[in-house]
């Protein structure tokens, strides 16, 4: 059983800074891709950012220069640094990662339980 847990969200004031964290844990081979998506009330879940596990990164155009994505293998953690928060970002923030748990199978998509964000102006 793999389960991630995300965790660092809050309120902050337009301008400031958040740094997310999400945690895998349980039965974990390899873990490939990671990513953070996000839901604002009223539309879809939208990508944030990912980041592969050759480190390869990719962000929303909206985020880009202001969110950095990273991971550390070692800790089975996935961060994003939220800088310049804007009023628009705030949303439910979501962690998902593909993990092969066994060497039979491909790996499969787990994601997090969400952290609010929420930015005030």
């Known amino acids: 059983q793999v389960q991630l847990v995300e965790s660092g969200g809050g309120l902050v004031q337009s301008g400031g800074s958040l740094r997310l964290s999400c945690a895998a844990s349980?039965?974990?081979?390899?873990?490939?891709?990671m990513g953070w998506y996000r839901q604002a009330a009223g539309k879809q879940r939208e990508l944030v950012a990912l980041i592969t596990n050759g480190g390869t990164t990719k962000y929303a155009d909206s985020v880009k220069g202001r969110f950095s994505i990273s991971r550390d293998d070692a800790k089975n953690t996935l961060y994003l640094q939220m800088n310049s928060l804007k009023p628009e970002d705030t949303a439910v923030f979501y962690c998902?990662?593909?993990?092969?748990?066994?060497?039979?199978?491909?790996?499969?998509?787990?994601w997090g339980q969400g952290t609010q964000v929420t930015v005030s102006s």
């Open positions: 998902n990662a593909y993990i092969r748990t066994d060497w039979t199978t491909g790996s499969n998509v787990y």
């Open positions: 349980g039965v974990i081979l390899s873990i490939e891709s």
